[in-house]
């Protein structure tokens, strides 16, 4: 009998290790929708090295053109996502005031408005996952999971956020968060 299917949105998932190789190596994925019909999330800690201003031609304001560009899977890279968050979202879709949107209209009108509490991030490209293919994986331990939190989310270090969050996850993934990247090396 098969089991009960258990939804991942709102969590992350992390290379437990055995991506090496992968476009997935040593990232966090936030998982921004699951459901029998598949999962689509987004790795917070891969930058592309651009600006959203270099790679998006529209009229938007000057705070969201200097915003570093994500890159937020390989799957479709002209793709557009981005995660907002506000003091209070009432349409929020991932986590409680975490927003995913995909349209140019909606990115550009987000950042017209102004609010001292916003925080944008803007993706190209997405991570997805086909009907049972996620499942398979965390039955493979290809991924280890942790809530999100705004904080990890929004994390302003994309080189640490994968060891951080194995150092939160405990003694047990010390090593794996201590391991060197390049293994020839140890």
């Not at 999971?145 to 951080?164: I, K, R, S, Y």
């Amino acid at each position: 009998m098969a089991g009960k299917f258990k939804s991942l949105k709102g969590q992350l998932l992390l290379d437990g290790g055995n991506l090496r190789g992968s476009f997935f190596h040593r990232t966090v994925v936030l998982i921004c929708q699951h459901d029998t019909e598949g999962a689509f999330g987004l790795v917070l800690n891969r930058g592309s090295g651009n600006k959203v201003g270099e790679m998006i031609v529209a009229d938007m304001s000057e705070t969201l053109r200097e915003q570093p560009l994500f890159l937020g899977g390989p799957v479709q890279p002209a793709a557009l996502s981005y995660l907002h968050t506000d003091q209070f979202l009432l349409n929020a879709n991932v986590l409680p005031n975490l927003n995913l949107g995909h349209t140019l209209e909606g990115l550009v009108e987000i950042g017209e408005s102004f609010s001292s509490a916003r925080r944008v991030r803007v993706f190209a490209g997405y991570a997805g996952w086909s009907p049972g293919q996620l499942e398979e994986e965390m039955k493979r331990e290809a991924w280890l999971t942790h809530p999100a939190t705004m904080e990890l989310v929004f994390h302003e270090n994309l080189d640490e956020l994968w060891q951080l969050i194995l150092r939160k996850k405990g003694w047990k993934y010390r090593l794996l968060a201590q391991a060197p990247e390049d293994l020839s090396s140890n």
